[in-house]
């Protein structure tokens, strides 16, 4: 296992930094600061938004959300409501792509033509397997799922910065 203690030496204005930050994302390590603003995941508010979903279910949006952060949305998490959000980076309001986590499934909604958020995979656990599905094939691969949720993920991007004019309902 390789040694994860690490001593980093801060100036002081780094220290203020890192310690305002604390604060503000209300975490309490240095490392958790560092995640957050590093956008690394799974971060405490991505876990605690996952805590809903059984294990069973945990990987395929957990790659799937990794996925969705090499790309530049401006990611929300509401751990409350177990949605992770994914926003037009211009506008943080227009709401692009949304991962819905419930105790038996998750749900990948995005935004199609017409402005509405729309199903195109996700998975559940009907409590003897998981059974994944996209919009075109239930009974699919976990990784079926994830490409799908990343593929679409990356036209709805190339949409939102290029054609705007294709998501006028939002």
Request: charged share 30%; aromatic share 6%.
């Amino acid at each position: 296992m390789p040694d994860t203690s690490n001593s980093v030496t801060l100036d002081e204005d780094v220290a203020l930094e890192i310690r305002r930050l604390q604060d503000a994302y209300g975490v309490d390590s240095v490392n958790e600061v560092l995640r957050q603003a590093l956008d690394v995941v799974p971060d405490a508010v991505v876990s605690e938004a996952f805590s809903v979903l059984p294990e069973s279910l945990r990987p395929a949006p957990g790659a799937a959300i990794n996925a969705l952060d090499e790309i530049r949305f401006s990611r929300q998490v509401d751990p409350e409501a177990s949605v992770v959000r994914y926003a037009d980076p211009d506008d943080s309001e227009r709401v692009l792509v949304e991962i819905a986590l419930t105790p038996t499934s998750f749900e990948a909604l995005f935004l199609d033509e017409s402005g509405d958020l729309v199903a195109v995979g996700g998975g559940r656990d009907e409590g003897d397997g998981v059974t994944y599905w996209t919009a075109d094939e239930e009974g699919v691969a976990a990784i079926d799922v994830v490409t799908t949720i990343r593929d679409r993920g990356q036209d709805v991007y190339r949409n939102a910065l290029f054609d705007e004019s294709a998501y006028t309902g939002c």
